[in-house]
């Protein structure tokens, strides 16, 4: 167990949805990144925050948006889905920057019919 | 930015076998080289990581080296285990950036 929560595990949504995924980062963590991996690919760095404050951002669409609250857990959202949004969405935590390991969450599998 | 190249992208070997895996980085500022495995459907792991300031590292069957240099770093499996199948995924750290960005992966193969 890493330590890192994510909520839900499955996620069944029709195109043109807006669905919201979940992450609590493990204990001391203050640095929170977002992973997109779709079928047989590497993974795709979406965003980072750290302590509140978003500090970098990857290849992330404007459809996508995330933010980190008081408490550090994270939420990511997703709208206006479309079937090529289909994919294992990972959250990871390090104590600081990436420079620290990153623990990886179990992912949310989100699939857009 | 960093741009991280992996080869090869799928390997199978025998069981007993070594397995090496190689990455190139661009960014000779890079500071940090994680290696991480994930087997199906899970997630990724940390198996091992080096620092650029130490040329190699182990951890039982697993060893990492760094040639700054050449700017490249491997991962070595020896004695491998039809357990060690999975897609392993190197990383790199650039000291600019805040984040890791990664290698494409490679998916290993250890047949009884």
């Known amino acids: 167990d890493s330590g890192v929560t994510q909520t839900p595990k499955h996620l069944i949504t029709a195109t043109g949805q807006r669905v919201t995924l979940r992450c609590s980062p493990r204990s001391g963590d203050l640095s929170v990144y977002w992973y997109q991996q779709s079928l047989d690919q590497g993974l795709q760095f979406l965003i980072q925050y750290y302590n509140g404050e978003e500090r970098a951002k990857g290849n992330i669409l404007e459809r996508f948006s995330a933010q980190q609250f008081p408490d550090l857990h994270s939420e990511l959202n997703l709208s206006s889905l479309e079937l090529g949004d289909s994919a294992l969405y990972f959250c990871a935590s390090s104590v600081d920057t990436a420079d620290s390991p990153l623990h990886f969450g179990n992912g949310t599998r989100l699939t857009v019919t | 930015g960093e741009n991280v190249e992996q080869h090869p992208s799928t390997l199978s070997v025998q069981e007993g076998d070594s397995a090496v895996i190689k990455c190139t980085y661009s960014d000779s500022a890079s500071n940090y080289f994680p290696w991480y495995k994930q087997e199906l459907g899970k997630r990724p792991q940390l198996i091992i990581d080096?620092?650029?300031?130490?040329g190699e590292k182990k951890d039982q069957r697993i060893a990492v080296t760094l040639n700054k240099t050449a700017k490249h770093f491997s991962l070595h499996i020896t004695e491998t285990q039809p357990e060690d199948s999975a897609v392993y995924f190197c990383?790199?750290?650039?000291?600019?950036?805040?984040?890791?960005?990664f290698g494409k992966g490679t998916m290993l193969l250890v047949s009884p």
């Open positions: 990383a790199a750290h650039y000291s600019g950036y805040s984040t890791l960005t």
């Open positions: 080096i620092r650029s300031n130490v």
